[in-house]
């Protein structure tokens, strides 16, 4: 499975950026996805996450209200809406998936995924 990040890009403090993660092939053992970011020279830290049953949404408290994840189960895509945006949201951004039996939920760790996206970046100008 791969997973192709795209809509990353410049923007304004306060603008907004809509990325999305298409996996390359079906599979329903995705059972959750998410994204994770990493700043310039910082960690990657998670951001977001859904299940792919039902629904079920984290976010990290520094994107709660301003950041949205949603996803289409029928084209195997995962989308991050991102409102308000702020300079220190400035990051590569990746999209993760979990494929397993088992969700680990509330997957909100790194070593939680097994596959990754590219990553995407996102810089957020004052």
């Known amino acids: 499975v791969q997973l192709q990040a795209s809509g990353g890009g410049l923007v304004q403090a306060g603008g907004s950026l809509r990325l999305s993660c298409a996996a390359s092939?079906?599979?329903?053992?995705?059972?959750?996805m998410g994204w994770f970011r990493q700043p310039p020279g910082k960690e990657r830290e998670f951001v977001a996450n859904?299940?792919?049953?039902?629904?079920?949404?984290n976010y990290a408290e520094s994107v709660k209200g301003r950041f949205t994840i949603s996803r289409d189960n029928a084209n195997n895509t995962v989308y991050l809406q991102m409102n308000s945006l702020k300079p220190e949201d400035t990051a590569v951004y990746y999209c993760?998936?979990?494929?397993?039996?088992?969700?680990?939920?509330?997957?909100?760790?790194?070593?939680?995924?097994?596959?990754w996206g590219q990553g995407t970046l996102v810089t957020v100008s004052s």
């Open positions: 993760a998936a979990r494929i397993s039996f088992e969700s680990r939920w509330p997957t909100l760790h790194v070593s939680d995924y097994n596959y």
């Open positions: 092939e079906r599979t329903f053992n995705i059972i959750v």
């Open positions: 859904i299940r792919r049953s039902g629904g079920t949404t």
